[in-house]
C-alpha cells in the first residue's frame, strides 16, 4: 500500500484546510485508515481515524467538533477537513493505513504504512 498525502499548507487561525490521503496498491475495506500530526519536538500523535468501509469515526479531544475525517471510495482517498484551525494545530500531518484488521486504532504502532507527510501551519 503506497499512500500519498497532499492539502497542507499556510492559513490564519480560524480558517479551514483539507488534507487528502490518496492510496494505491491492496486496500481493505474493514481496515483502518488513520491522521496523526507531529509538532516540532513532539512525539507524533493521534488525530483520526475510519475504517475503508466507513461506519464510526474516531477523534482526539483536541480536533473534536473542528475536524471531520471521511472516505471517498470511488477515488481510494481518505480526506480530513479541519475547520476554525488553531495556532496548536501547527504540525505536519501523516496519513496511516494498518495492514490487518484491528480495534485498536490511536497508536503509532497500530498502522504499518504511512505517506510522507503534508505541512499545516496556522497563524496567529
Known amino acids: 500500500v503506497q499512500l500519498q498525502a497532499s492539502g497542507g499548507g499556510l492559513v490564519h487561525a480560524g480558517g479551514s484546510l483539507r488534507l487528502s490521503c490518496a492510496a494505491s496498491g491492496r486496500t481493505f475495506s474493514s481496515y483502518f485508515m488513520g491522521w496523526f500530526r507531529q509538532a516540532p519536538g513532539k512525539e507524533r500523535e493521534f488525530v483520526a481515524a475510519?475504517?475503508?468501509?466507513?461506519?464510526?469515526?474516531y477523534y482526539a479531544d483536541s480536533v473534536r467538533g473542528r475536524f471531520t475525517i471521511s472516505r471517498d471510495n470511488a477515488k481510494n482517498t481518505v480526506d480530513l477537513q479541519m475547520n476554525n484551525l488553531k495556532p496548536e494545530d501547527t504540525a505536519v500531518y501523516y496519513c496511516?493505513?494498518?495492514?490487518?484488521?484491528?480495534?485498536?486504532?490511536?497508536?503509532?504502532?497500530?498502522?504499518?504504512?504511512w505517506g510522507q507527510g503534508t505541512l499545516v501551519t496556522v497563524s496567529s
Open positions: 475510519t475504517r475503508w468501509n466507513g461506519g464510526m469515526r
Open positions: 496511516a493505513a494498518q495492514a490487518r484488521f484491528s480495534d485498536d486504532y490511536v497508536r503509532v504502532d497500530d498502522y504499518r504504512y
